[in-house]
């Protein structure tokens, strides 16, 4: 037996689960697993084991962006490096505002384990794939954003496992994400070659969408908002859409997390929902002004796409993981879509000079 299997023993002991069963489940694209518990009574819990030295340190919110640059990637990108305290906190949060995220039922931050409250296995996309219309499930979770957007936005955050500062998704942050496409994707596709000018260019193409981004930056965003980060809780009523994997919450743009939802990398959203979502959106926010949030929308949702495109070539070439490369059609989709929007037109710019159309997909 492992050391860390000694630990998940001995936490569930402690926790009064010795005697559960325990079921893995599949793992992500993260330093994180899961484990289904069934207790002898029946009852169904998770285990959620995050090993606290598997991943670089979180931002220190004091850090400079030349520090968080030395310290690592989850600096640069104020990730919470899966910290079982950022999880708790965030969800104590989210609980308070009436929304559904998992009730912490043991946890020892220190050892990076916790016990959850299960919300099932019905993701929005696999109940989707089952036949369940997806519309009624997509405006639920606009609603969910709203009352998360229009609640207050603390700085710290408190939970079961302490407190979590709720760190801005800045400028630092949101450029660095952009550069993971001029840093990866020549790695994955050698006809691409970004030069030291092509680079700064880039940079200066992206200042005004990365300006924009920030300083509209005053709402929590779950930041991984979309049909396979939220489970269907029939029976809820208004709490019916259950949160999971939201330790990366930031004080975002409140476009962030709603292009997240329909501008999904794993699966089509058509156009006609998207703009039925957001007119949803706008109808319970009325005082949104929507000209310039569609922009900030398009602006940051494209800054995302090429993000993604760069973890996707990351994946492939670094980490071996080929399946991603199924889900880079659709992100250039998208992405080639936003280009043609008001605001970008720097951006577009750019890809025309160094990314052909026919290598766009």
């Known amino acids: ?34 484990e289904r518990l069934t207790t002898p009574q029946g009852a169904s819990l998770m285990l959620m084991d995050q090993p606290p030295a598997a991943e670089s340190q979180p931002c220190d919110p004091l850090w400079s962006p030349e520090r968080r640059r030395a310290e690592g990637w989850n600096a640069v990108a104020r990730l919470s490096a899966g910290r079982i305290e950022a999880f708790a906190a965030v969800a104590a949060h989210l609980r308070s505002l009436g929304l559904s995220a998992p009730e912490i039922i043991a946890v020892d931050a220190a050892a990076g384990l916790a016990v ?38 603390p700085e710290l955050l ?25 840093d990866w994707m020549p790695k994955l596709d050698p006809a691409l070659d970004f030069g030291a000018g092509a680079v700064a260019e ?4 992206w200042a005004p969408v990365v ?3 920030a300083a509209g930056a005053g709402v929590m965003a779950h930041r991984d ?18 949160m999971i994997d939201f330790q990366d919450a930031v004080r975002a743009h409140p476009s962030w997390d709603l292009h997240s939802l329909l501008q999904d990398a794993r699966r089509d959203v058509p156009p006609a929902l998207e703009a039925r979502a957001l007119a949803h959106y706008f109808d319970l926010r009325p005082q949104v002004d929507r000209a310039p949030f569609l922009q900030d929308y398009a602006g940051l949702a494209a800054l ?3 993000r993604i495109l760069g973890v ?12 991603y490369r199924a889900f880079m059609p659709r992100m250039w989709a998208h992405l080639n879509a936003n280009l043609d929007k008001p605001g970008l037109e720097g951006v577009r710019a750019w890809f025309d000079r160094h990314v052909p159309v026919e290598r766009r997909g």
Do not use: C
Request: no cysteine; net charge negative.
């Open 211 to 213: 300006a924009r981004g």
């Open 158 to 182: 408190t939970g079961a496992a302490g407190d979590w500062p709720l760190l801005a998704y800045d400028e630092t942050a949101l450029q660095g994400g952009a550069d993971l496409f001029v």
């Open 116 to 153: 959850l409250e299960d919300f099932g296995d019905d993701l929005f996309a696999r109940v989707i794939e089952a036949g369940e219309p997806e519309a009624p499930l997509y405006l639920a979770a606009v609603e969910a954003l709203a009352t998360l957007h229009e609640a207050a936005t």
């Open 312 to 323: 996707f070539a990351r994946l492939i070439v670094r980490d071996g993981k080929p399946r």
């Open 202 to 205: 880039w940079r200066a193409a």
């Open 225 to 242: 908002y979309h049909a396979e980060n939220l489970i269907r809780l029939p029976g809820r009523g208004p709490v019916s859409v259950g």
């Open 1 to 34: 037996m492992s050391d860390r299997e000694l630990q998940r023993v001995d936490f569930l002991k402690a926790a009064g689960l010795a005697d559960a069963v325990r079921a893995p489940l599949p793992g992500d694209a993260s330093t994180r697993r899961y």
């Open 304 to 306: 995302n796409e090429a």
